[in-house]
Nanobody
């Protein structure tokens, strides 16, 4: 089964750090650009960070200087390092990517989400 699986969420105090991982599985041939989104209760899903095939990164203004997105193509995994966390970073974090699996056309996938809770 072709899928994206997030991990690494949890409960942390303000100022703390977490590292999220998004792993593509299911006979994956290639992983294109990958983005992390987040959705807080009662709010719209918002783009947090994006990494292109060539490694170029972009971030939402609210997380610049605190979050870092990176990718390990050999492991087909993208990471999101969250530092200096604030209570307003509390949300479910989702990754999104176009995947090409062997014998299948390119398709867009979402992970199931991982909860990040930052206490004050």
């Amino acid at each position: 089964q072709v899928q994206l699986v997030e991990s690494g969420g949890g409960l942390v105090q303000a100022g703390g750090s977490l590292r999220l991982a998004c792993a593509a599985s299911g006979n994956i041939f290639s992983v294109s650009a990958v983005a992390w989104f987040r959705q807080a209760p009662g709010k719209q899903r918002e783009l947090v960070a994006h990494i292109a095939d060539n490694g170029i990164t972009n971030y939402a203004d609210s997380v610049k200087g605190r979050f870092t997105i990176s990718r390990d193509n050999a492991k087909k995994t993208v990471y999101l390092q969250l530092n200096s966390l604030k209570p307003e970073d509390t949300a479910v974090y989702y990754c999104n990517a176009d995947l090409v699996a062997l014998g299948r056309p390119r398709n867009n996938y979402w992970g199931q989400g991982t909860q990040v809770t930052v206490s004050s």
